[in-house]
């Protein structure tokens, strides 16, 4: 596992984002992130209305809390969709945790 510095740029959902990644030498690269330890409501394809809401509020609890913020990524590896798995800091708190505390990790129901 490796350490980065990185600026989020884009909020996909409330577990994926795009971060410039600083690589030192002067270089960056943009990459896509998915949260490796939490699992949110899906965005795109909702079982039903309320998990679209709960979803959206999870993509906009993440941009208030890290959107254009410098952060510190924990690569661990690439997924089935090609984004990188990984752990995500900001000023030493745990997003994941942030996200579970505020109870947006994936109920396994929805109710309408």
Known sequence: MYAYKALVTRVVDGDTVYAA???GFYMCAQLKFRL???????LYRPINEAEKIHAREAKDFLSNLILDKHVTIYSEKTG????????IYIDGQSV??????????KRS???S
Do not use: M, Q
Not at 36 to 42: H, K
Not at 80 to 87: D, E, M
């Open 36 to 42: 490796s330890d939490i699992d949110t409501p899906e």
């Open 80 to 87: 089935k969709y090609g984004r990188w798995l990984a752990k």
């Open 21 to 23: 990644v600083d690589l």
């Open 96 to 105: 994941s945790e942030a996200l579970r505390e505020a109870g947006f990790e």
């Open 109 to 111: 129901d929805y109710e």
